[in-house]
């Protein structure tokens, strides 16, 4: 055995002593096994099969029949090397693959364009970001780790080279083909990009490809339709359009793609193709830079290269020039007859023909053909669009993001409650996704006109405008320019207002503009996707901090490299669940439960919301409004909170007052309340009452006093109409009379106490604090709120009386009331007592959607910190989560509850004791953990129709679904 390996190393030294080991990438960890089978294929071989392997033809997945069997008869009758597929589907491709390997003797080196992926060229395939986005991009690991998964999808579908990266510098604005496919004009960004991308991609299996060498980044024309000059001295084209190859070769990139061009400085012939230039190929690229991978010529029927010879002739010369495979041939069977001829007249050698063959096995080895395995059509469309490539997609485009100017520190933007913002939307597609993100985080509106007077007109009440401009993403040639009327509306709008433009083009459409002094801030996002969209708008409010640096220089504006670091305000993220090590899998679970929710019809719908680390990772809305099925249930209507409004509304103002050292938890009730004075309840402590601990009876059914001695409701109590006594409305044409809350103050002071100390949950308490809170600070509870929290926190969907703010069809109804108010209950709180405060309760009263109630749950993660406001101290929100009575069998905190003590509780028992939340008698439910940072939110209209429905409680769904949340958790 060893004699043999010896002998096989002599035979790789001696018989093929140009194709050195130590900088050739064609090299296998298997060496002699590889020489071995390089060998033996090409002995076995004719002279017909020998220089067939030079061909790859191109072909589309699809393409009708007649013509893929046009290629099948390739493979057989000229025994052609390779085809590189282009337009089609992943799965047509795959089957189409497996077709042609079957037919071929020699199994067939397959390629693709695709530099941004799959995508490039297949349908229902994933697109990752342009190179001109990813060269923004200050960590080059991220560009490697999207190398790599391109490189994955490549290997999934049987593809084993990749023409990527493009290493062209892109000096040239106004260049048609290359533009975005650069990594930019600044030739070491370039540089280190490529070999980034490059590792990524070739760690996976999947050889790459640099072109278009010598350098096609400074050119006007496209060598797809012409032959481009490029017109510089020997020393500019070393420093610029060729520096990135010796790097990338020494970094061991497997192949270089030769493009079309006419460059006097290294071809004194004139208008002589590089592709077929000898001094080129084999002078330039094969002994100054001792390139010992493959090399292959730009496709030949392209303008570039075919304007120049006959086919045949031309792929001839380009393998005399020393390219090793002839990309996508005009006429295959020409071309192999006049390579025959010139190999039997001696104009080509054995050696030199040897020595291009090998090289392509010794690929094919490589990559594995030695041992091919057809493609797996199983699950073939989920593994080429898995969550990770979502994950990947959005760590690039969230480093790439880049602010080019921010005057006054205009972003991100602070102070919410002072802000008016509108959202002004041009170019020729979509920034829906843009306007939703940013509704996430405050009131903005989206404002549109037919001319730039109509617009200001329409802005004048705002304070703050957002320009997006978008234009389609389908492709990195799409047209990226402004219209002179979106010029006129971003000139007449920035001269007004205080103003930001946000480009989701590439860089060079800011050269149009030619005045951006008016403008105080403008945000680079590159691209007009969804996931773009959403990180620039995250961006915006401060959620995310901008990274990114220009890749290209856009005189006389932005010099190259221009970065702003906006840092960040501690808002809400929005991403994936695997970007938190969550198992979008695992979290799906969630969607059988809640299909088992309604279905047994615990809830006519309900929104779900899971947070972890600061980001919104699963948001999501079911079923409907009612049982009647006609309102389906969105993310941005709003529930009845019921008891959760404890811990969002009244709680946060006490723990201020707390924190300001204007309440103290050892305080009694009799000092903080005169009506308490010379009660039984003057001595019990907040800390106590708080923690359901002070005996206080758990509630007291105020209505049911305001009935007449025939059971109907009381003409001493209540109107149709509002009258000056008769103004606290309580549902539609009923009004309460306005001294009741007075009354119920007056009937909590007297009500009795429980016989001993035992832990009961209790409302009346939050009927005191209210009171305590309004008379102390001078508002209503509502104002109080909303001016503290929810305005500041951009939580606009938050709030007592949402009639007041939304329109009755984003408020889902929460019963129909046949015992009281008789009639659906719908904007008007559902708790009896808070309806009669006026719909603001301290126990009861508040509504939501789900995604506010996580920004006050994150504020609570955050010790008091939110949107770079802070509204009370770490110390404040230690000493509310605490359980000060777990001793004595209390489990709950200062206001919040806390995990079960036992077995029975409010949570899945999975959860850390320092987490807290809430729930509510309407079917909501609130919990966050500080150890796992996770905040999840279940919002349901359970009562409706009716509050005797229990299911939802019985089934324990809303801790089932907390318990698949854990189990998501990505250990």
Not at 48 to 69: N, W, Y
Not at 473 to 478: D, I, L
Not at 685 to 706: C, D, M, N, Q
Not at 825 to 841: S, W
């Amino acid at each position: 055995m060893l004699h043999k390996s010896v002998f096989l190393m002599f035979v790789f030294l001696t018989g093929f002593q140009a194709f050195s080991q130590s900088k050739n990438p064609l090299i296998a960890k298997e060496i002699s096994e590889q020489q071995a089978w390089v060998d033996s294929v090409y002995n076995a071989m004719s002279l017909k099969e020998r220089i067939g392997q030079l061909f790859m033809v191109d072909v589309f997945s699809s393409d009708p029949k007649a013509k893929t069997d046009a290629i099948k008869s390739l493979i057989r009758n000229q025994h052609i090397g390779g085809v590189i597929f282009s337009k089609g589907g992943p799965v047509r491709q795959a089957k189409l693959n497996n077709e042609f390997q079957a037919a071929s003797k020699v199994p067939l080196l397959v390629a693709m364009d695709a530099e941004w992926g799959l995508a490039m060229r297949l349908d229902s395939t994933y697109a990752f970001p342009w190179n001109m986005t990813l060269g923004a991009i200050k960590d080059n690991s991220i560009v490697e780790a999207v190398g790599r998964q391109i490189g994955l999808h490549n290997k999934r579908l049987g593809v084993h080279i990749n023409f990527a990266p493009v290493v062209d510098i892109n000096v040239n604005p106004e260049n048609p083909i290359i533009g975005n496919r650069s990594f930019g004009e600044d030739r070491t960004n370039v540089t280190q990009k490529s070999i980034a991308f490059l590792k990524g991609m070739q760690s996976t299996g999947v050889l790459g490809s640099a072109k278009h060498f010598p350098g096609h980044g400074d050119t006007n024309q496209d060598s797809h339709k012409t032959l481009p000059t490029i017109p510089f001295s020997r020393k500019r084209l070393d420093s610029i359009e060729m520096y990135p190859y010796k790097p990338l070769i020494d970094a061991g990139i497997a192949s270089i793609m030769v493009a079309h061009l006419n460059v006097p400085a290294l071809e004194s012939r004139k208008g002589y193709p590089t592709s077929i230039s000898k001094k080129v190929v084999t002078g330039l690229l094969k002994d100054s830079l001792d390139f010992q991978g493959l090399i292959f010529t730009d496709a030949l029927n392209m303008k570039g290269a075919a304007n120049f010879k006959e086919p045949g002739d031309i792929d001839l010369e380009a393998f005399l020039a020393g390219n090793d495979i002839l990309l996508i041939s005009e006429n295959v069977p020409k071309a192999a007859a006049k390579i025959e001829e010139a190999y039997k007249n001696g104009s080509i050698t054995e050696a030199r023909l040897s020595r291009s063959v090998k090289k392509i096995l010794f690929a094919k080895f490589k990559v594995g053909l030695n041992a091919y395995q057809p493609v797996d059509t199983q699950n073939l469309y989920e593994d080429l669009n898995k969550p990770e490539d979502d994950v990947i997609y959005t760590k690039a485009l969230a480093q790439a993001l880049t602010v080019l100017k921010n005057d006054g520190a205009i972003l991100p933007v602070k102070d919410l409650n002072d802000k008016k913002i509108a959202y002004v939307e041009i170019g020729d597609d979509s920034g829906k996704a843009f306007f939703e993100a940013m509704r996430k985080y405050a009131d903005v509106t989206q404002v549109s006109g037919a001319s730039a007077a109509e617009l200001l007109q329409k802005l004048e009440k705002f304070n703050y405008v957002i320009i997006g401009f978008h234009r389609s993403n389908e492709t990195p040639w799409k047209s990226f320019s402004f219209s002179a009327q979106d010029v006129a509306t971003i000139e007449a709008i920035a001269a007004k207002k205080p103003t930001v433009l946000d480009v989701f083009v590439r860089p060079y459409a800011l050269l149009q503009l030619k005045d951006l002094t008016q403008l105080e801030g403008v945000v680079l996002s590159y691209q007009n996707s969804r996931i773009a969209q959403q990180l620039s708008a995250q961006l915006i409010f401060g959620a995310i901090s901008a990274e990114g640096k220009l890749p290209v220089s856009l005189n006389p504006h932005f010099r190259i490299n221009t970065s702003y670091e906006t840092g960040t305000l501690r808002r809400l993220k929005y991403g994936l669940p695997e970007e938190e090590q969550m198992d979008s899998q695992k979290l799906q679970g969630i969607d059988k439960l809640m299909r088992e929710g309604l279905t047994d019809l615990m809830f006519p719908g309900a929104q779900v919301l899971v947070a972890r680390h600061g980001k919104v990772i699963f948001e999501k809305a079911y079923g409907y409004h009612t049982y009647r099925k006609k309102q389906p249930v969105a993310l941005d209507d709003v529930y009845d909170l019921a008891s959760m409004t404890k811990i969002l509304a009244t709680l946060p103002v006490l723990m201020q007052q707390y924190d300001a050292g204007m309440l103290k938890l050892d305080d009694q009730l009799g000092d903080l309340l005169p009506v308490l004075k010379d009660t039984n309840k003057q001595n019990i402590t907040v800390k106590e009452v708080l923690s359901h601990y002070g005996r206080l009876k758990p509630w007291i059914p105020f209505y049911t006093a305001t009935f007449d001695e025939s059971g109907k409701l009381s003409k001493n109590y209540y109107r149709t109409r509002p009258e000056d006594d008769f103004s606290i409305k309580i549902a539609e044409d009923l009004y309460l009379r306005n001294d009741y809350p007075d009354s119920i103050i007056k009937t909590i002071a007297d009500s009795d106490l429980l016989s001993r100390r035992v832990y009961k949950y209790s409302d009346l308490s939050y009927f005191l604090f209210k009171k305590y809170l309004e008379d102390t600070l001078g508002s209503d509870l509502d104002t109080l709120t909303q001016r503290r929290y929810y305005e500041p926190l951009g939580a606009n969907f938050m709030g007592y009386k949402p009639l007041s703010r939304l329109a009755k069809a984003k408020v889902v109804p929460s019963e129909n009331d046949t015992y009281w108010r008789m009639q659906q209950v719908q904007g008007y709180v559902h708790d009896m007592g808070a309806a009669m405060e006026d719909n603001i309760g301290g126990h009861a009263g508040l509504f939501s959607n789900a995604n506010d109630v996580a920004k006050m749950m994150q504020m609570y993660l955050q010790n008091g910190y939110y949107g770079g406001k802070r509204y009370f101290s770490e110390n404040t929100m230690k000493a509310f989560n605490t359980c000060y009575y777990c001793d004595e069998g209390v489990r709950r905190g200062i206001g919040f509850d806390k995990p079960q003590l036992g077995t029975a509780g409010p949570t899945c028992g999975c959860v850390a004791k320092s987490s807290f939340g809430h729930s509510g008698f309407t079917g909501t439910f609130t919990w966050a953990d500080p150890e796992s940072e996770i905040i999840y939110v279940f919002l349901s209209n359970r009562t409706f129709p009716t509050a005797e429905n229990r299911k939802l409680i019985t089934s324990d769904l809303r801790t089932r679904i907390q318990q698949v949340i854990q189990e998501a958790i990505i250990l």
